[in-house]
C-alpha cells in the first residue's frame, strides 16, 4: 500500500468530535489540538459551531458542522433551517444526512429537493462546501451508485459514505462503487470506523478524497517519525487538554 504523507494525511483526514456527551471543555480541547496538528477542517455538532469557529480563528482549520445527524430523519424544513443556522453561526462546511428511509422507499423526488435546496444554501457564500451522507451500510450495491447519481443532481460538491451509527463501517468497494458511479461529477468522503492508517490509505486508494474519522489524531501519530514526535507541534493548552480525545466518535 503507497504511504501517504503527513501532509497529504492533513489534507485528506477530517477530525471528528460528534460525541452527544462531548463537553465544551472537550470541543475546545479537539478544536485546539485540530489546529495544532494542522488539520484541513474539524467536525464538530451544530451547538458547538459558534466554539470551533472561535477556536479556529486565524488558522486555516475550517469548521465543519453537520445537520439532520445521525439520522437524517427530520422535515426537509428543519435540515434546512440547521443548515442556514450554521452557516450563520460560522461553519464553512455543511455535512448533511440524507433522508435513507425515503430513498430506499424510491422518494427520489423529495430527497433530490433537499439536497437541492441545501446545497443553495451553502453555495449563496463563497467558499462553503456541501457533502450528503448516504449511509452505505443500510444500501445495496445499486442504491449505493443511483445515491451517489442522486447527490451529484442535487448539487452537492460531495457525496459522504457514512455517520459512524449506520450499521457497518465503510469499505472499500463502497468508494469503489460511488467513485464509479459519480465519475467526477462530485468528490467522495470516507467514514464510519476508520481506524488506522492503512484503512486511510486503501479508501483513498479507491477514490476517497476526504476521510473522517474520530482517530484521526492517532492516525495522523502513525505516519509521523518516532524522531519528531507529534505533540512536539501542540500548544501547550491544547496539549493539556487532549489526552483523553483519542476515542471520542
Known amino acids: 500500500m503507497p504511504a501517504l504523507s503527513v ?7 477530517e477530525p471528528s ?16 489540538r485540530s489546529v495544532a496538528d494542522r488539520f484541513a477542517v474539524c467536525v464538530v455538532e451544530p451547538c458547538w459551531v459558534r466554539t470551533a469557529v472561535g477556536v479556529t480563528s486565524g488558522s486555516a482549520t475550517r469548521v465543519v458542522a453537520v445537520a439532520g ?39 427520489d423526488p423529495t430527497v433530490l429537493t433537499e439536497v437541492r435546496t441545501a446545497a443553495e444554501r451553502v453555495h449563496a457564500l463563497p467558499g ?3 457533502k450528503v451522507i448516504i449511509e452505505t451500510g443500510y444500501l445495496s450495491p445499486e442504491q449505493i451508485e443511483r445515491a451517489g447519481r442522486l447527490v451529484a ?22 468508494v469503489r462503487l460511488l467513485h ?9 468522503k470516507a467514514a464510519g470506523g476508520v ?30 517519525s518516532p524522531a519528531v514526535p507529534l505533540s512536539a ?5 491544547a496539549q493539556a487538554l487532549v489526552g483523553h480525545l483519542d476515542d471520542v466518535r
Open 7 to 13: 501532509v497529504e494525511l492533513r489534507r485528506i483526514l
Open 17 to 32: 468530535l460528534l460525541r452527544p456527551d462531548a463537553t465544551l471543555v472537550d470541543v475546545e480541547a479537539f478544536c485546539h
Open 69 to 107: 445527524y445521525p439520522f437524517g430523519t427530520s422535515e426537509p424544513e428543519t435540515k434546512v433551517i440547521e443548515v442556514d443556522r450554521a452557516l450563520a453561526a460560522g461553519a464553512q462546511e455543511i455535512d448533511l444526512v440524507m433522508n435513507v428511509g425515503a430513498f430506499r422507499s424510491r422518494a
Open 128 to 130: 462553503r462546501l456541501l
Open 153 to 174: 443532481d442535487g448539487g452537492a460538491d460531495f457525496v459522504k459514505t457514512g455517520t459512524g451509527y449506520g450499521p457497518r463501517p465503510v469499505t472499500v468497494e463502497d
Open 180 to 188: 464509479g458511479a459519480v465519475r467526477g461529477r462530485l468528490r467522495i
Open 195 to 224: 481506524r488506522s492508517l492503512d484503512e486511510v490509505a486503501a479508501l483513498a486508494k479507491a477514490g476517497a478524497d476526504r476521510v473522517g474519522s474520530s482517530h484521526a489524531f492517532s492516525i495522523l501519530a502513525e505516519a509521523v
Open 233 to 237: 507541534a501542540h500548544h501547550p493548552t
